[in-house]
């Protein structure tokens, strides 16, 4: 699958997933909610999820709510150290999963290519934004997660408006991000910059000359702002509406060139022995009541019907950098190096 390239909206984007669904091979059928919820034989899955563990344990909750009957065993990491651990059990006797949540389309891309994954469509797809729904079938945008500028209103007064201009000197030592390492959201993130003609490899190199520090994972970069430790940071937008929420001097940026985003897919491995209870977990995901939750949860849902978080923009207030997801999954390991190579 692949999107044209460009800075647009995301309600935009419909256009193009739709266009491209009509060339694809044909998805799965898909589950109607009635079949969805109704109860099944009694099973144990394992998901694989980048979700913080809170997160993690409260939709598991939600999900025992509609299907009691079915334990979810949930192992959760970094995206990169969850690769890691899918790549080591492939190689060593069969992926030890049911379903894999986490980071961005450019991972389950590569999945689906190396026919790892289930094809499966869920339950209610068309009350789904169509942009983060792979027309081929095998995988599904569970919430929209751009990636921002975060900073202290207590230390910076006039927000900075744009990437570029987290390279200017007044920014030199005051900046956070997270590692590509672990994050899969920043792995994505550095693809799609290098990828962007505004940015690229130039922006990038501006901006490690600026030496910001580099955390582990989003949500240190999000204390590191409240805190003021580093009052400038590049973020997924939910960490700052949460931390705003409990009252830290934290606010968001949307730099005027546009936002990276990923969408927290979520599909089930090929050799799953649990298939229907596989389905009924993606199913709930992307339900009303999953995607209430993801709302309660300071995430932007996938679906117009649930409403958006509290201080979050409308969706058509958002410019989104889109890039083809076939050029990001063929250069992200690339991009990761590059990042390497500058900054750490």
Not at 101 to 111: H, N, P
Not at 125 to 145: C, H, K, M, W
């Amino acid at each position: 699958m692949s999107f044209l390239r460009k800075t647009a909206p995301v309600a935009l984007f419909g256009v193009a997933a739709l266009a491209l669904a009509s060339c694809s091979s044909t998805p799965a059928p898909a589950a109607t909610p009635e079949e969805s919820a109704a109860a099944l034989e009694p099973a144990t899955i394992t998901l694989y999820t980048s979700e913080p563990q809170e997160k993690a344990d409260e939709l598991v909750a939600a999900f025992n709510e509609v299907h009691p009957e079915i334990t979810v065993e949930v192992f959760r990491a970094g995206t990169g150290d969850l690769t890691t651990r899918v790549a080591t059990e492939q190689e060593s006797g069969g992926i030890q999963a049911d379903v894999f949540l986490a980071a961005d389309a450019g991972t389950f891309e590569g999945y689906a290519a190396d026919d790892l994954l289930l094809k499966y469509t869920p339950a209610d797809v068309d009350a789904l934004n169509p942009d983060v729904v792979d027309p081929e079938g095998f995988y599904t945008g569970t919430r929209i997660i751009p990636t921002v500028i975060a900073y202290n209103t207590g230390i910076i007064t006039e927000a900075p408006e744009s990437w570029k201009d987290l390279t200017d000197a007044e920014y030199a030592d005051k900046i956070v991000m997270p590692n590509p390492d672990v994050s899969g959201a920043a792995a994505y993130n550095a693809a799609v910059w290098l990828d962007d003609d505004q940015l690229g490899e130039k922006w990038m190199t501006a901006l490690a000359e600026n030496r910001p520090v580099i955390a582990d994972s989003n949500g240190p970069v999000s204390q590191a702002v409240a805190t003021g430790a580093q009052p400038v940071g590049i973020v997924v937008d939910y960490l700052v509406r949460e931390l705003a929420a409990q009252g830290s001097p934290i606010a968001v940026s949307y730099p005027s060139e546009g936002v990276p985003y990923v969408s927290q897919p979520v599909g089930i491995f090929a050799d799953t022995d649990e298939e229907a209870a596989s389905k009924a977990f993606v199913d709930f995901l992307v339900s009303a009541a999953g995607q209430e939750l993801a709302v309660e949860q300071s995430y932007l849902p996938v679906r117009s019907d649930v409403g958006t978080p509290e201080g979050a923009p409308s969706m058509d207030d958002i410019e989104i950098l889109s890039p083809d997801l076939e050029t990001i999954r063929s250069t992200q390991d690339a991009a990761v190096e590059t990042f390497r190579s500058l900054f750490l």
